[in-house]
């Protein structure tokens, strides 16, 4: 399979998906937007993955790419192309289908547990993932769902953190995908953000939760795997 991703920041790549994608002998090329790289085809992949970012949606003064990135992620879905979108991503994904993107009332940065709705009990990509389970976060925008999309999870934080639209096409505001490493490199490039706040842990408390960074892998190997055979 060819996987295409698209990255925002340079210190914000596939981390754990690279590993899967690896192991399963798929070809990965990328579009580097801060580099302002060009896009490819549609016909040139397959699955295509955007990754988060520091900008917000609807910043198109100050990253005028978004606007050619939104009409590629448009074709691809058109396409009928596996599409995921992890944090940004999502909101990107979201905006092209017609929803509202917005600030959240509260940021979610560090391990917040995620719960599953009986929608995703019923998805053939989220039914064997567990009902609840802690993830990474790094986000203050948020979206609304889609029409025609359905929702699929919750945080405490934050009411919408999951969709899926036209079966091909998922959104999570959450991060399954984090190591050890990219967790770092958020923290080192955006401590600015770590403040006072109802869901915002400190650098110490999120590197300390090693057992969850490392369940991290089986989470997104899991979804991953569900999302190559549709």
Not at 23 to 48: C, M, P, V, Y
Not at 180 to 193: A, G, T
Request: glycine fraction near 6%; hydrophobic fraction near 35%.
């Amino acid at each position: 399979m060819r996987i295409h991703y698209l990255q925002h920041i340079p210190f914000e790549d596939l981390a754990n998906i690279e590993k899967w994608a690896n192991n399963k002998g798929h070809s990965i090329s990328r579009t580097q937007l801060f580099a302002n790289e060009g896009f490819i085809s549609t016909s040139e992949f397959d699955w295509l993955i955007i990754l988060g970012g520091l900008m917000s949606t609807y910043e198109e003064d100050k990253y005028p790419w978004l606007k050619e990135e939104k009409i590629f992620i448009e074709q691809a879905i058109k396409s009928n192309k596996k599409v995921l979108g992890i944090c940004l991503g999502a909101q990107l994904i979201a905006d092209v289908l017609g929803a509202r993107v917005y600030k959240n009332t509260d940021k979610e940065i560090g391990w917040h547990p995620v719960v599953m709705n009986q929608n995703a009990k019923d998805s053939p990509v989220f039914k064997t993932l567990p009902k609840e389970f802690n993830t990474f976060h790094w986000h203050g925008d948020t979206f609304e769902i889609p029409d025609g999309a359905t929702h699929l999870a919750s945080s405490e934080g934050c009411r919408n953190q999951a969709f899926n639209y036209n079966n091909k096409v998922i959104g999570l505001q959450f991060h399954v995908e984090v190591t050890e490493q990219s967790v770092k490199k958020l923290i080192d490039n955006c401590r600015d953000e770590i403040t006072e706040g109802n869901y915002i842990q400190s650098s110490e408390e999120m590197l300390a939760e090693k057992e969850l960074i490392m369940m991290q892998d089986d989470l997104c190997t899991n979804l991953l795997n569900k999302i190559e055979v549709l």
